[in-house]
């Protein structure tokens, strides 16, 4: 990077990041390189930190004693130890093969684990803590974790994985179901071989505070789940809060490090410091911790939540996390009559009908938006990762006491975080019902048609379908060059998608490639990004965008949005664009890219489109896709000429044609493009289950689909700040017009 180079980078962190950022992060890499972490939090061993020296009554030292205060003072918990009888015929509805709790189970104990909530990784019983369940490279365990590089064994969170303990979740589970002590007995090998070989302060997993944070609410589901074992021993119950005093102890003092990052980071270590606050009154920091923990909660959620419901990292899966730390925290809290403010509550119930406003009815599925890492913090039914039913049932749940979808394995979360009063218990002035778990009454969340004002996240709705796009500012970092990307759903089918993420640290060419705006649905000017890629996660400039307007016809037959992002605005010679989505009938949709230059560029469309039978017919530039919901075309044209197109399917050399819905996992896609050389170019992509008949006379276009003949008049720019389609006539059954002069204009 040439100098000049660096000091652009150094102003645009400073502008978008801010100077209090660049301070901190400055002073954080001089603790660092000093050693001051390390004096700060030293290496030791389990012995010189023995559990007394946490307590406040030195008579509950002894693990004896300390296990029966457990068992009869214990701080309430979301469920009650004694109450497994009442649980196992409610736990036995949801329990199907293969994902059930106790096939994962019985693979742990055959030393297969399941990584990312999908993969199965052969890595014996106990693991190496140490080896990344990837790569099986292998991370030093004798080291400070301060002087342990993030990127220096291969994709760290193959190394984090298994040290989340994730698969307690699954061992209570299924202790719960059957009663069988193995479960408990597989737990606390697990938990006993762990502490063996991860000393305080040592070792890659005490790198990461959120890592911990993980780690201490899967110990304590544990510890409550087997409380009431013969497994559960006293040596064992004392060895566990030992590990979470020193786990909390870790997290504060570090606590302002994950605050800074301004993401789910601070927001989880606050709630691992928040849980052993009100689970640990015997502790003699809990109170601090507790207060510490509701803080930042408390903080964050204002900071980061905006007044939409979307979250600041910009991505589903990241929201789902936010979420499930929050779930968590809020419902413990209320046990322990522990509100969270009641603005932040507010927010938080925002935050949860924002993730089921771009839900897909059909599947319970989001699109695969932004950063992808696999992380499922609450791993409490059988339902596929993908499926977010779960966490939004729950959250509705706990902020009204009724269920938004019918009852399903996305039910199991209720019962452990809520008790089975949650599924067979009416509540008041709700119509009783005698049928199994379907008694709380069902209060279905409102989905958005169209546009959302005030936020950067689109969606146009049909009962077929829906188009999502995003298109706004950005008030947090950005995690991907994706601005304007679009997918669409239909019938169930995500027949245009996001590629995902597979992972952060690969060996090239999968070192976080699907980042880039070339694998995104969207216009890439001269092969570059939208924003300069400066860092592995990190993008500068920011990228803007703005909608430019959104309006429907009266009957609800035409729709169309349109935004703007001035990413390639950068550029020498700058390019300005503009896309718009229209939508004629109920599942055909047709989407323009305009962008225009005073000199000539290269402008690439690329759509990625779900795998399986097609007809590609490259002259035409036609996709045709074999769907399980039918037939469905992609079409594309451009105004320009000449225009190149081609297709690519899992592409051996690089990520182009390929899926990412789980981490570390990757699937064939079909990903198609067109490309023109000009300064001013407009694409139009028609999809939809039947063959458009696209063609021009001026400035008018003429579209028939399977929704009627539809006729376009475009502007081409020639106004500034006006949209660059001026109307439509659809004429099918009735005629239909919409005059997007009227619109609503942002």
Known sequence: MSLLSKIRTARD???????????????????????????????????????????????????????????????AFFFQPDALDRYRPLLSTWQSEPGSARYLATELSQGRWQVFAHEFVT?????????????????????????????????IKGIWELSRFSFTYALVRAYWLT?????????????EDWYANNPPQQGPNWKCGQELSFRLMAWCFGLYGFLETRETSPDRVAALAQAIAVSAERIAANL????????????????????????????????????????????????????????????????????????WSCRLGALHGRLLAEDVRKRLQLANAFLYRFQDENTGRLPNYGQNDGALV?????????????VIQAFHFLNTGSRCY????????????????????????????DAPHSDAPHQPLQRSQGHNEGSSYQILRTEKGFAFTRCGAYHHRPGQADMLHVDIWWRGVNVVQDAGSYSYNAPAPWNNALAQTAFHNTVTVDHLDQMNQVGKFLWLPWVQGKVCCYGQSADGQLAYWEGQHNGYERLASPVSYRRGLLRLGEEHWFVIDFLNSARPHDYRLH???????????????????????????????????????????????????WHSTYYYHRDPAISIDCTVTASQALFWTHLGPAVAHVSRVGDLWHVETGSGKAELKWDYGKAEGKPILQGVKLVGLSVTELEVSKCICC
């Open 607 to 657: 759509w990625l489109c779900a795998d399986g039978s097609h007809d590609w017919h490259e002259a035409e530039r036609e996709l045709i896709l074999q769907t399980t919901s039918g037939p469905y075309w992609v079409q594309m044209g451009a105004d320009a000429q000449p225009a190149t197109a081609s297709l690519v399917r899992a592409d051996s050399l690089s990520p182009r044609g």
């Open 123 to 155: 890595l014996g019983f106990p693991p190496d803590w140490h080896a990344n369940a990837l790569t099986g490279e292998r991370a030093p365990r004798k080291q400070h974790w301060s002087t342990i590089p993030d990127f220096g064994y291969g994709d």
């Open 256 to 327: 302002d490090y994950a605050l800074n990052q301004q993401n789910n980071h601070g927001i989880s270590e606050a709630t691992g410091l928040w849980t052993v606050g009100l689970l640990f009154p015997e502790f003699r920091s809990a109170n601090h911790w507790q207060a510490l923990g509701q803080q930042a909660l408390e903080a964050q959620a204002r900071s980061l939540i905006g007044a939409d419901g979307s979250f600041s990292q910009h991505s589903m899966n990241y929201h789902r996390v936010m979420l499930h730390d929050y779930l």
């Open 13 to 75: 962190l400073l502008h978008f990041m801010g100077p209090r950022w660049a301070l901190y992060r400055t002073g954080y890499a001089l603790r660092l390189r000093s050693g001051q972490l390390q004096r700060q939090l030293p290496a030791s061993n389990w012995s010189a930190r023995p559990l007394g020296e946490f307590l406040k009554d030195a008579d509950l030292a002894r693990p004896d004693g300390y296990l029966r205060y457990r068992r009869s003072e214990g701080p």
């Open 406 to 433: 019918p009852a399903g394995p996305w039910d199991e979360d209720l019962l452990w975080l809520f008790g089975p009063q949650a599924l067979d218990e009416p509540y008041p002035d709700a119509p009783h019902s």
């Open 179 to 191: 009663g069988d002590e193995q479960y408990a007995r597989l737990f606390w090998l697990l938990f």
């Open 378 to 390: 609450l791993p409490l039914n059988s339902c596929d990762y993908q499926d977010y039913r779960p």
